[in-house]
């Protein structure tokens, strides 16, 4: 193995060292940032996540009743419910693996028995209850006349196969893995090379599931005897190696599945793919199969691809939060650096990326690969879920205009690929070698492994990531000879980082990262591979001390992303902070931070569950009577994860670098506006945050609407900062009719001002327009006043809405 990959073309070869995880049932974590949240997932998000999955909301479980029963011509939600079960169950297992949990193992083994009861339908052991509820048995797997880009065959199979092993491993129940078992044999049976069929899966990830299960039997001989269905590893990592083979090789596959196309990664063999492309969350899986079958073949052609896409993800497509995918249209990568701000950043990318760079970590032992997880996981990751732990995002842009987290979404993917990334976190932290133990995150945490001969335990206390200070207590049962290897992480030192996509300012190359052992300085240490390497006889009582320095650094994009032109973001180690219009005041986008801009941090643990703040003084752009102003502000910054979790406002991370740049604040971004209703997905700050839609359906825009108010009477308020002289207002209307909504222009409306206690009307407006994708302007006899009020009544039958409000 060793020497394959140390082969891979232009690399050199003594850079690379395979790395085992160290199982999560070996790491406990006791620690100030994680250990809360942990709790709340494990004691409120899952069970949230299993509740609306059975309810009314989806019904997912009660498709496995269907095929039991051999009922036909219905199933509840899509294709694709079976795999997010399956998923639930993964994450749900590894949250088991760490703290035995009765109750929910209870609960998943009655899903388990009716996933099973299932099974037993098919003489063969096929199940996937959308196929087998509403299509023809000759269209399983997607074949003749099928799609598996609809039908998820492959894909739900695929989840199956990794649910049946984590749960396995958590609780030593072994009727899922069973199952998964005969669908995999199933899979082997049906799937190939010629004379067998050449099917590959709409959406990746059972490359990954088979690569698990072909370890699971191949490590654990308890496992194999737990299961009556015959075991063949060998044969599981050979059908993984065909899903990856056979994109781009068409032979023998008609209709719909003919080509998956850029889609799905499957436009050419995959030598020839040469950058990252598609659905990124299909990509992201399909490059984390890709590193784990080399992992286990060492194909030189299988590492050359992991290198070459990992290099397009992280230095051509990605965000500054470890997010991925830009495009909304087939939620898919756009061209190398194009990266907008309010583009697409599904959480299951960001979890799919994280997954990838696991994985190269421990097929090439480099730190910068940790480097890419971590940003993953405590940015992107981190945010797709609320701090309560019971409404979710689906997507995660870098600017926000009053946006809700969800309770539920029609294709709630999400969640169970968040509780997957974070049921793995115990396992992410340590990994080892021959003779070496790596540390690769920063988390208060005991581990208790195996070192030659020797077993090691190892305590490590921090405060990280609102700290970085670590301390690592080096425990072994005798005294033994072995190598530490502790990341030191991009963010801190630029020695082993690259700034090819974003450049953290004012960072030094080294000496940002201090050893001591035994309260002795050990002065710079040797590094490999992003590691700091320590060698010794390490004996009971030993402490290794690790100060990184952690300023506010701020950030700046590669001049290719014309997005981010002009502009910088804020970061302090590991972390990406945004700004949020409760804390700033309206409008946010007026702000803007020059180079000489000072930034301190302030720990606050009353707010958003305990957080480190990051104050600082930078610019502010007004207009009033037609010129621009600037003056001082105080900045305050939160930590991207925890924004969208106080009252919706407007959300920032990259802010104006000079004032030039910056949208000067009118009279109206700095109102504060009410309503007399808001839908729950919509916010009325949205009405003055000075972002001009396309056209009055631009959803993607913010935007007041009274949905779901029909025909009534409503208004808006401007509350203007001080009494102002206006005479003028511009008004573009919401109206999603009738292309996919139900709101339209209103029937007509009237314009107030305030005047002491009592709203008047304005005098001599020149007209009340509605009409759709433009201002509609109405002047009238200047007024010296405090507030507008506009009043709407609503078309029968019909909503209505606001995109935006200016007043001169």
């Known amino acids: 193995m060793s020497d394959r990959v140390n082969s891979v073309s232009g690399a050199d070869a003594g850079r690379h060292c395979r790395l085992a995880p160290v199982p999560i049932g070996q790491v406990v974590i006791e620690d100030e940032f994680w250990s809360p949240k942990i709790k709340t997932w494990r004691e409120v998000t899952i069970g949230d996540c299993f509740a609306k999955f059975e309810s009314d909301h989806g019904g997912a479980i009660d ?20 795999g997010l079960i399956y998923e639930m169950i993964t994450g749900a297992a590894d949250f088991m693996a760490a703290t035995p949990d009765p109750a929910l193992e209870a609960r998943i083994d009655g899903y388990v028995a009716r996933i099973s009861a299932a099974q037993a339908r098919d003489p063969n052991g096929y199940v996937n209850t959308f196929t087998q509820t509403m299509a023809p048995q000759s269209q399983r797997w997607g074949m003749n006349g099928g799609d598996d880009v609809w039908q998820h065959d492959l894909y739900n199979a695929g989840m199956m196969l990794e649910a049946g092993v984590h749960y396995y491993l958590a609780t030593g129940h072994a009727a899922l893995l069973e199952a998964a078992t005969k669908m995999a044999n199933l899979m082997c049976d049906t799937i190939g090379p010629p004379p067998k069929a050449n099917a590959i899966p709409g959406h990746s990830g059972p490359e990954y599931g088979l690569v698990q299960l072909f370890r699971l039997y191949r490590d654990h001989p308890d496992a194999r005897r737990s299961v009556s269905a015959p075991v063949d590893p060998e044969r599981y990592l050979a059908l993984a190696q065909f899903f990856i083979d056979a994109r781009g090789n068409y032979e023998g596959r008609t209709g719909l599945n003919k080509s998956f196309g850029y889609y799905g990664q499957d436009h050419a063999p995959l030598a020839q793919q040469r950058s990252l492309e598609g659905h990124a969350v299909r990509a992201t899986l399909f490059c984390t199969g890709i590193a784990a079958v080399a992992y286990e073949n060492g194909r030189v052609d299988y590492l050359d691809a992991a290198l070459r896409f990992w290099d397009s993800l992280v230095r051509h497509r990605m965000y500054v939060t470890g997010a991925a995918g830009s495009i909304g249209d087939e939620e898919k990568f756009g061209p190398d650096y194009v990266l907008p701000n309010d583009g697409y950043m599904e ?46 995002y689906y997507q995660n842009p870098l600017i926000g205009r009053g946006r809700r987290r969800w309770e539920w979404h029609g294709c709630p993917c999400c969640p169970p690929m968040f509780l997957k990334m974070m049921g793995a976190l115990p396992g992410m932290i340590y990994a080892q070698a021959p003779g070496a133990v790596y540390v690769n995150l920063f988390a208060g945490s005991r581990a208790t492994l195996k070192v030659g001969d020797s077993t090691v335990r190892i305590r490590q206390s921090t405060r990280y990531p609102w700290d970085g200070a670590v301390r690592l207590e080096i425990d072994p049962d005798q005294p033994a ?7 030191i992480p991009g963010w801190c030192e630029g020695a082993s980082s690259q700034d090819d996509l974003y450049r953290i300012l004012h960072r030094p190359a080294s000496g940002a990262a201090k050893f001591a052992v035994n309260g002795r300085s050990t002065g710079s240490p040797n590094m490999a591979r992003g590691y700091a390497h320590l060698r010794r006889t390490w004996k009971a009582g030993d402490v290794v001390e690790l100060h990184l320095d952690m300023p506010v650094r701020p950030v700046r994009a590669n001049s290719h992303v014309a997005a981010d032109g002009g502009l910088v973001a804020l970061t302090r180690g590991p972390l990406v902070y945004c700004v949020e219009s409760i804390d700033n005041g309206e409008p946010i986008g007026s702000l803007f931070l020059p180079p000489e801009a000072t930034y301190a941090g302030e720990f606050r643990p009353d707010l958003l569950g305990g957080v480190e703040v990051v104050h600082g003084r930078v610019g502010h752009c007004t207009e009033e009577a037609g010129r621009r102003h600037s003056s001082h502000a105080q900045l305050v910054a939160v930590p991207f994860y925890a924004s969208a979790n106080r009252e919706p406002c407007s959300m920032r991370v990259w802010l104006a670098a000079s004032e030039d740049k910056a949208a000067a604040a009118t009279l109206a971004m700095r109102s504060r506006a009410s309503a007399s209703h808001c839908w729950e997905l919509d916010s009325a700050s949205a009405i003055n945050d000075g972002v001009v839609p ?20 409503e208004w808006v308020e401007l509350e203007f900062p001080h009494a102002s002289a206006v005479s003028k207002a511009r008004v573009y209307w919401f109206a999603d009719r009738p292309a996919n909504g139900g709101c339209d222009v209103p029937a007509s409306w009237r314009l107030f001002y305030r005047e002491g206690d009592e709203w008047r009307p304005v005098e001599w407006p020149s007209g009340y327009g509605v009409a759709p994708d433009k201002f509609n302007e109405v002047t009238f006899t200047r007024v010296t006043t405090t507030a507008l009020r506009i009043e709407v009544q609503l078309q029968p039958g019909w909503s209505g809405g606001i995109c935006e409000w200016q007043v001169e």
């Open 63 to 82: 498709n496995f009743d269907l095929v039991r029963d051999g009922k036909t011509g219905s199933h509840a939600g899509p294709p694709w419910y079976d």
């Open 694 to 713: 396309a056209g009055s359906s631009d959803t993607t825009a913010g935007r007041l609407s009274w949905w779901d108010h029909k025909g009534t009477a």
């Open 481 to 487: 000879d072995f190598d530490l290897f502790v990341r």
């Open 347 to 392: 959480t299951c990318a960001a979890v799919g990326g994280g997954l990838f760079n696991g994985n190269m970590n421990l097929l090439f032992g480099e730190a910068r690969y940790v480097d890419e997880l971590e940003r993953a996981l405590y940015n992107a990751v981190l945010g797709g879920t609320s701090l309560a732990g019971h409404s979710y």
